[in-house]
């Protein structure tokens, strides 16, 4: 395996999770377990600025149409920081590969964290991308990897102001293995969980609120050679609340399917509602 595909193989994970920022400092024993990640509380989150009122129900999903475009334009700022390292991370040795940005502030108004870690190992040791697969022969893949950024000032863009102290944070898992499984027949499994959180204060026009988000994806594949689709088993579960005077919940979409998951990530970054 060249260092190039490998890294960028851990990188394709960040950005196919889509949200990529923390409420919480790094905890790396958080990366091991099987579970997603805890949303924070309305407590958590920093206030209003006075002179700015708080949402009701009828301005809620108002205020969630406005969070893109400030959310976008701090993602593609940390996207720059994560490709900056992946590009001089040093080669994987002995099959496993580890990946750390920390406490990196570059980016005005963020502290960045992330750490991926994982294991590549195939048989052929030496297998290359166009490989002819014989029995025995097989490709195996894990990679885990947990992004996080602070808001430590207020992050503004047309308008839409995020507070500081609003965070958001992600962890990835995945796996995949291309095996033959008998002569002239391989069959590939792959495994993704996808765990995102976020507490976001926001305003725009002197009106805003609290923001909280739990979206958890688990997805499950297996496909044989000769099938022309493969088998696939998805859930998902969590929510999106808005949060108006006196933490007053005057929003909240429960995400219970591949529709809903896509609706409230949809507020946060484009390209959630098209298809794979």
């Known amino acids: 395996m060249k260092k190039h595909s490998v890294l960028m193989g851990l990188l394709s994970v960040l950005l196919m999770a889509g949200l990529m920022f923390s409420a919480c400092p790094m905890d790396n024993d958080d990366d091991d377990d099987d579970g997603g990640l805890s949303a924070p509380s309305t407590e958590d989150l920093p206030g209003l600025p006075e002179n700015t009122a708080y949402v009701t129900k009828d301005g809620a999903e108002a205020l969630l149409g406005t969070v893109k475009n400030v959310f976008e334009s701090v993602s593609s700022a940390f996207q720059g920081v994560i490709e900056k390292e992946f590009e001089s991370a040093e080669p994987p040795?002995?099959?496993?590969?580890?990946?750390?940005?920390?406490?990196?502030?570059?980016?005005?108004?963020?502290?960045?964290?992330?750490?991926?870690?994982?294991?590549?190992?195939?048989?052929?040791?030496?297998?290359t991308e166009n490989h002819d697969f014989k029995a025995g022969d097989y490709y195996e893949k894990i990679s885990h990897l947990y992004a996080a950024a602070d808001f430590t000032s207020d992050k503004e863009e047309a308008g839409v102001t995020i507070r500081k102290g609003s965070s958001i944070q992600n962890k990835a898992d995945e796996y995949q293995k291309v095996s033959s499984i008998k002569d002239a027949t391989t069959q590939?499994?792959?495994?993704?969980?996808?765990?995102?959180?976020?507490?976001?204060?926001?305003?725009?026009?002197?009106?805003?609120?609290?923001?909280?988000?739990?979206?958890?994806?688990?997805?499950?594949?297996?496909?044989?050679?000769?099938?022309?689709?493969?088998?696939?088993?998805?859930?998902?579960?969590?929510?999106?609340?808005?949060?108006?005077?006196?933490?007053?919940?005057?929003?909240?979409?429960?995400i219970e399917n591949e529709e809903t998951y896509k609706k409230a990530l949809a507020y946060f970054y484009s390209g959630e509602d098209e298809d794979d």
């Open 93 to 127: 040795e002995d099959g496993k590969y580890f990946f750390e940005v920390k406490d990196d502030t570059s980016v005005e108004g963020l502290k960045i964290n992330v750490t991926g870690n994982g294991s590549f190992s195939s048989n052929p040791p030496d297998m």
């Open 188 to 254: 590939q499994q792959e495994s993704e969980k996808s765990s995102m959180t976020g507490g976001l204060t926001v305003y725009s026009d002197g009106k805003g609120g609290k923001i909280i988000l739990e979206a958890n994806k688990v997805e499950d594949s297996k496909r044989e050679s000769g099938e022309d689709k493969p088998t696939v088993n998805s859930t998902y579960t969590g929510f999106l609340a808005v949060y108006g005077q006196d933490d007053t919940e005057v929003y909240k979409l429960v």
